[in-house]
């Protein structure tokens, strides 16, 4: 640790409620010693192993990649696998459930509501040809720059971290979401869409863009450096050049044709040959 005094014995003070048994949510203190490197979710894992093996939580890659382990961490919506109890530079570490979702049992949200609004956004591929959607011959054609519009929002990992910050979706469940409206902003946007209206609904009803108040708060709290910020003001502005009518009609990328006529590269070896015949 650089900046900050090492310190042996953290508290954790960590919400706890169990629907069976508590009628209100309340904290529960414990000491857990520290070491380097030790992150919040090896905290709560050294609870459950020695203090408390009935402390629930949701996790599994630990390695800031599969999003379950989103936890309200010293008053910021955070990934218990991604930060460092040291680093928090606290003596005290309060752990409690993502906020704007019910919960299920102690520090594990319900985020059904958060997976719904995904799919409200119809987050995948959408063309007018169907045939080579769903048996393809070959791949789309997109350029470097039509990658570059959209890719940094493809790097969401859905830990809902940007709905708990939202203050928006504090007073409306009904808004669509900083999550969804990106993505369905990052589909939109993609050369090889032709589903712009189908997303309509989820982009420009009036539980969509315009009930964002621009906090800002989503883009802050994400652990993958995804700006749903910025897709909402792009999602604003296609709306207002759109109103005015002044809106390009976008040619929609077509399949790559095969290529002919090459040759393998003598400086790039071949892969190995598969271990297992016939596998894929």
């Known amino acids: 640790m650089s900046n900050s005094k090492t310190i042996d014995t953290v ?15 309340h904290l529960e203190k414990y000491s857990v010693p520290v070491g380097k490197g030790m992150t919040v979710l090896d905290g ?26 989103g936890m309200f961490i010293n008053g910021l919506p955070r990934l218990a696998c991604n930060n460092q109890i040291l680093h928090l530079t606290s003596s005290k570490i309060i752990v409690k459930p993502l906020p ?23 987050p995948f591929l959408i063309r007018k040809d169907r045939e080579e959607q769903y048996n393809p011959v070959g791949e789309y054609f997109q350029s470097e720059q039509e990658l570059i519009n959209y890719i940094q929002f493809a790097y969401c990992i859905k830990c809902g971290l940007c709905l708990s910050a939202c203050p928006t979706m504090a007073t409306s469940d009904r808004f669509t979401g900083p999550q969804s409206i990106a993505q369905a902003w990052r589909y939109t946007t993609d050369s090889r869409d032709e589903g712009a209206k189908e997303r309509d609904d ?3 009803s009036e539980h969509g863009v315009y009930r964002c108040h621009f906090a800002g708060a989503c883009s802050q709290v994400c652990p993958k450096g995804v700006d749903p910020a910025l897709a909402i003001q792009l999602a604003k502005k296609d709306a207002f050049i759109k109103a005015f009518g002044m809106s390009k009609q976008r040619q929609v990328t077509s399949v790559a044709p095969p290529i002919s006529g090459w040759k393998a590269n003598p400086e790039i070896p071949l892969p190995p040959e598969r271990s297992i015949k016939g596998s894929r």
């Not at 408390?52 to 890659?61: I, K, P, Q």
């Not at 704007?100 to 409200?120: A, G, M, Q, T």
């Open 100 to 122: 704007n979702y019910d919960i299920i049992r102690d520090l594990v949200p319900d985020l059904e509501s958060l997976f719904d609004k995904h799919r409200s956004g119809k």
């Open 44 to 69: 709560l894992t050294w609870i459950k192993e020695h203090a408390d093996s009935t402390l629930s939580w949701r996790s599994s890659c630990r390695m800031g990649i599969c999003g379950s382990c």
């Open 11 to 25: 508290v954790f003070e960590v919400l706890r409620y169990h629907p069976e048994k508590d009628k209100t949510t």
């Open 202 to 204: 989820a982009l420009y």
